[in-house]
T-cell receptor
């Protein structure tokens, strides 16, 4: 059973607007979450992370929000740029702290 | 960037042949991982290593074996390749003093 879920396979946004990518998890013991970005023919690259002791983490245009009671996190990109078009993966560190559990990814397309 | 290289970057092989993919890192990270990425499935963990000669299975380990004889090298072997193993394979590392995984550029494997 999927422990990290990204229920939207794709998202289309206009340049300058906000992109909101969502992620849900099932295990309440998860306490650290990461977002990765992946361009075609490249490996995923780390984007931003959040610990369960926080409900928000911001880095430039990227903000991740964590709602522990709902087991939900979201990545906000403001303003969106065409170069943000990529696949975004949400991940959680497993309980043993030894590996990441990834969602299936959301493909973001930002049009100019 | 954790100085991760993968070889080969592309390979086409036939069903039933053995295949070995190599991951090399220069950062002395303790943990190393092999993932496969497939449409609709995101990134799935095949095997991982938490030290020289110490390995463990991931979510989709059937048909794969791994070896780690040196800190910097992690090999993934398909003993007898099948068409279902056609995929893009990513290696990743995780150091003790980092809270993110770093990914290599990927190997695209096609099994005919």
């Amino acid at each position: 059973d999927q422990q990290v879920k990204q229920n939207s396979p794709s998202l289309s946004v206009q340049e300058g607007r906000i992109s909101i990518l969502n992620c849900d998890y099932t295990n309440s013991m998860f306490d650290y979450f990461l977002w990765y970005k992946k361009y075609p023919a490249e490996g995923p690259t780390f984007l931003i992370s959040i610990s369960s002791i926080k409900d928000k983490n911001e880095d430039g245009r990227f903000t991740v929000f964590l709602n522990k009671s709902a087991k939900h996190l979201s990545l906000h990109i403001v303003p969106s740029q065409p170069g943000d078009s990529a696949v975004y993966f949400c991940a959680a560190i497993n309980q043993a702290g030894t590996a990441l559990i990834f969602g299936k990814g959301t493909t973001l397309s930002v049009s100019s | 960037d954790a100085g991760i290289t993968q070889s080969p970057r592309h390979k086409v092989t036939e069903t039933g042949t053995p295949v070995t993919l190599r991951c090399h890192q220069t950062e002395n990270h303790r943990y190393m991982y092999w993932y496969r990425q497939d449409p609709g499935h995101g990134l799935r963990l095949i095997h991982y290593s938490y030290g020289v000669k110490d390995t463990d299975k991931g979510e989709v380990s059937d048909g794969y074996s791994v070896s780690r004889s040196k800190t910097e090298d992690f090999l993934l072997t398909l003993e007898s390749a099948t068409s279902s193993q056609t995929s893009v394979y990513f290696c990743a590392t995780w150091g003790d003093n980092t809270d993110t995984q770093y990914f290599g550029p990927g190997t695209r494997l096609t099994v005919l």
